[in-house]
């Protein structure tokens, strides 16, 4: 059963308190496990796998992102702090980004110990709510097409870093624990696997605003289904559940609410040994549904051009929703997005 985005529902209007984006207990807990996998598999141990010592660039500060490395196993895992914010910022599309850089060196200059590469959320119910609505709003507004399309092509690299493992033997994932729309919904789907706890919000709401979502849904969704479903979820502004997700195919592992950190760590541990496969496989999929950053961009121009002229009861409908989130976190536009 669909039904359409009610965004006065959505878990937005829960506010993070603090400083900081605070672990759930679960989270607290895997935090501590991984420190300690991590310590186990210290040179002193003699158990760390070649190339781990390396990993030097997992540990640079950074202020949207949260990683940390399970050396047994090869996962890193990058949880999205979302202090500031439930969207894809300009600063956090920037880490990101680097951090995929970083892993892309190592790989050329030789043999990296990532194996796994899990994106996640630190925000209770959140994975991450799309496009960055007031950042959209002013660039419109001032009728500034450059920026807009320069955050647009930064979504687009992160979705080709994503699909594209890298361009290293490693294998994306992508664990959902919470709501995932628009540009969210688009950076799970160009993961290599999807795993998502039941009941979770999915969709795309930018037919809302008379725009459709840009950054590679359309390339994503046709790979995995086809055009023609592809048109109709994008389409129809409508929520869906991650129960139908996994009915549609495009959801490939599905857990009970609260469980899903735990079933990615034991998905990890268990396919561990076969690692290589799966990577192998990923490959198989890029050779028979390549996927170019040329074609998100093209794509993404065609976006640009959506939202640029977009009439002002659309731009309207766009604004309140970006105001929500602006008192949500006490912030102007201009002080997240900068």
């Known amino acids: 059963m669909t039904r ?6 959505l878990p937005t209007a829960t506010p993070i308190v603090g400083a900081a984006a605070p672990l759930l207990s679960g989270q607290r807990a895997a935090r501590q496990d991984l420190t300690a996998r991590q310590e186990s598999a210290s040179p002193q141990g003699g158990a760390q796998p070649h190339g781990a010592a390396p990993l030097a660039w997992l540990s640079r500060p950074r202020a949207t992102l949260d990683l940390s490395f399970d050396a047994r196993h090869g996962a890193v895992w990058c949880a999205m702090r979302h202090e500031n914010s439930v969207s894809w910022t300009l600063p956090m599309l920037r880490e990101m980004n680097a951090v995929a850089e ?9 043999e990296t110990a990532v194996k796994f590469f899990i994106g996640s959320s630190l925000r209770p119910r959140v994975f991450n709510m799309g496009g960055d609505l007031s950042y959209f709003l002013d660039r419109v507004r001032a009728r500034d097409e450059d920026s807009l ?3 647009a092509y930064a979504c687009c690299d992160a979705i080709y870093n994503n699909y594209h493992g890298f361009d290293a033997p490693v294998v994306t994932v992508a664990l959902l624990q919470g709501d995932a729309l628009g540009g969210g ?13 039941r009941g979770i919000n999915l969709g795309f709401p930018e037919a809302l605003f008379h725009t459709f979502p840009g950054m590679g849904a359309y390339s994503l969704l046709a790979r995995r289904l086809d055009g ?5 979820l994008m389409l129809s502004g409508r929520m869906y559940k991650s129960e139908d997700f996994f009915d549609m195919g ?3 592992i599905l857990t009970e609410p609260g469980e899903g950190r735990a079933r990615t760590q034991a998905y990890v541990a268990d396919q561990a040994k076969r690692q290589k496969l799966l990577v192998a496989m990923g490959q198989v999929r890029r050779r028979v549904a390549p996927l170019t950053l ?10 640009v051009d959506s939202v640029m002229s977009l009439a002002p009861i ?10 929500a989130q602006d008192r949500l976190f006490g912030q102007t536009s201009s002080q997240r997005f900068g």
Request: aromatic share 6%; proline share 0%.
């Open 4 to 9: 359409m985005v009610n965004f006065s529902s």
């Open 102 to 110: 970083d892993l892309r060196a190592e790989a050329r200059a030789g």
């Open 149 to 151: 399309r320069a955050y």
């Open 185 to 197: 919904l688009e950076a799970a789907l160009s993961c290599q696997v999807i795993i998502a706890e």
């Open 228 to 232: 023609a479903r592809a048109e109709k």
């Open 250 to 252: 495009l959801i490939d």
């Open 294 to 303: 040329q074609e998100l961009r093209d794509v993404t121009d065609i976006w």
């Open 314 to 323: 659309n731009l309207r409908k766009m604004e309140m929703l970006a105001l």
